[in-house]
């Protein structure tokens, strides 16, 4: 038996809860300064920005269908031009998630992430045991992603956060992929990291940054 069908779960586990316990500090300190905003402009009169960019149920819901299904149609196209189950493993819906929890909201896009797990699985022949623990894992990992990163111009964190969750996902894909008999550990791991990292130095960070300065931001502003 690979040890690392049981190394890899303890690895993810310990990488994984030291981002949630990163995010939960970084949660606590962004709301003090919301907080301290919200105090300091209480008689300011809404823009038509901010009217534009308010949160709404109906716009939640919306948000949830449409980051599912373009992370799952992306998943699916990609499927058939795949090059070998552990060749360099790459996926068009990286950046999906990460964009929609640091530009919407961190809940909004783990709902989406959990979802289009799914469906992916489904729609590709891939549906197994490990999908719930895969919508699991997107949940955690798309939340903390958003949670961290609040300004995608800050790219001293932006960078980091998608770089440390791109080798925690690669951990937890090589190790479930292991633990089935598909592939050893040590090739799985490698080539989805692999595959993850031009998206998490370049693509993603660039995609959320674009989006952002044409005013594609729902969550309240902070002071740089």
Same mark, same amino acid.
């Given at each position: 038996m690979?040890?690392?069908r049981v190394w890899g779960l303890v690895v993810y586990l310990v990488l994984q809860a030291i981002m949630f316990v990163v995010a939960l500090y970084a949660r606590q300190y962004y709301k003090k300064q919301e907080q301290a905003q919200q105090a300091? !402009?209480?008689?300011?009169k809404a823009g038509a920005f901010e009217v534009r960019t308010t949160r709404t149920m109906a716009r939640d819901v919306a948000v949830v269908?449409? !980051?599912a299904a373009l992370a799952t149609a992306l998943t699916v196209a990609l499927g058939p031009i795949s090059i070998g189950i552990a060749g360099i493993n790459t996926r068009l819906s990286y950046p999906v998630m990460p964009?929609? !929890?640091v530009l919407y909201d961190p809940v909004v896009a783990a709902i989406s992430s959990t979802i289009s797990a799914v469906l992916g699985d489904a729609l590709l022949g891939w549906l197994a045991p490990w999908t719930l623990s895969t919508m699991v894992?997107?949940?955690i990992a798309?939340?903390?992603?958003?949670t961290i990163i609040r300004d995608p111009r800050k790219l001293l964190i932006t960078i980091p956060v998608l770089l440390i969750q791109s080798l925690i996902s690669a951990v937890y894909v090589g190790w479930v992929l292991d633990l089935s008999g598909v592939v050893p550990f040590a090739a799985m791991m490698?080539?989805?990291?692999?595959?993850h990292i031009p998206w998490s130095l370049v693509g993603t960070p660039l995609i959320m940054n674009l989006l952002y300065a044409r005013?594609? %931001? %729902?969550?309240?502003?902070?002071?740089?």
């Open positions: 690979s040890v690392w300091g !402009a209480a008689s300011k269908g449409i !980051a964009t929609v !929890a894992t997107g949940f798309t939340w903390v992603t958003g490698p080539s989805v990291l692999l595959g005013g594609f %931001y %729902y969550r309240p502003k902070l002071a740089a």
